[in-house]
T-cell receptor, first 111, second 114 residues
Framework: QKEVEQDPGPLSVPEGAIVSLNCTYS??????FMWYRQYSRKGPELLMY??SSGNKEDGRFTAQVDKSSKYISLFIRDSQPSDSATYLC???????????WGAGTKLIIKP | DSGVTQTPKHLITATGQRVTLRCSPR?????VYWYQQSLDQGLQFLIQ???????AKGNILERFSAQQFPDLHSELNLSSLELGDSALYFC?????????????FGPGTRLTVL
């Protein structure tokens, strides 16, 4: 079993829809949770960063962490074609220096 | 632009050869990470350096090595190249390399081994 599971998709939704992207993880020691966005052939860029449980909102993006179920989510409201990219979740514990990555979900927003 | 630079952008070479990939971290960042991204394997952590010292090792092959220099730039050396080494190689940097740090990625080097 991988430490972080993420459905690779692709996930295709119409423009304007609410998108839900998810990851599950196995290690309860993980405390830091990140979402990165990667456009084709480009380097991943940090979108959202949360510590422990709870929600964090930034514009159209909301990151949610549920440590009781070891489930992390990224919601995108009013999705745009420019949101089409691969979204990677990543996590680490307090004593880890390396991030543990999900496989990435390819998101396609259709105009 | 993340502030992390990588050279070269593209590299085409033959099996058995050796190549060096270079990374300059963001100004003020002490930690450098190397990743490999293949089409079928996602983002794989290779190795991390912090202020010149190796801090963490991931799935790095013995044919691969890295170092971080006093000016904090880093190089990833890949030798005895095989077809399966064809991939995107990313460098990322962070301020201190601790658990609270976030990593900023460079644009990557695309390596093609023929």
């Amino acid at each position: 079993q991988k430490e972080v599971e993420q459905d690779p998709g692709p996930l295709s939704v119409p423009e304007g829809a609410i998108v839900s992207l998810n990851c599950t993880y196995s290690n309860s020691a993980f405390q830091y949770f990140m979402w990165y966005r990667q456009y084709s052939r480009k380097g991943p860029e940090l979108l959202m960063y949360t510590y422990s449980s709870g929600n964090k909102e930034d514009g159209r993006f909301t990151a949610q962490v549920d440590k009781s179920s070891k489930y992390i989510s990224l919601f995108i409201r009013d999705s745009q074609p420019s949101d089409s990219a691969t979204y990677l979740c990543a996590t680490r514990g307090d004593s880890n220096y390396q991030l543990i990555w999900g496989a990435g979900t390819k998101l396609i927003i259709k105009p | 632009d993340s502030g992390v630079t990588q050279t070269p952008k593209h590299l085409i070479t033959a099996t058995g050869q050796r190549v060096t990939l270079r990374c300059s971290p963001r100004s003020g960042d002490l930690s450098v990470y190397w990743y490999q991204q293949s089409l079928d394997q996602g983002l794989q952590f290779l190795i991390q350096y912090y202020n010149g010292e190796e801090r963490a090792k991931g799935n790095i092959l013995e044919r691969f090595s890295a170092q971080q220099f006093p000016d904090l730039h880093s190089e990833l050396n890949l030798s005895s190249l095989e077809l399966g080494d064809s991939a995107l190689y990313f460098c990322a940097s962070s301020r201190a390399g601790s658990g609270a740090d976030t990593q900023y990625f460079g644009p990557g080097t695309r390596l093609t081994v023929l």
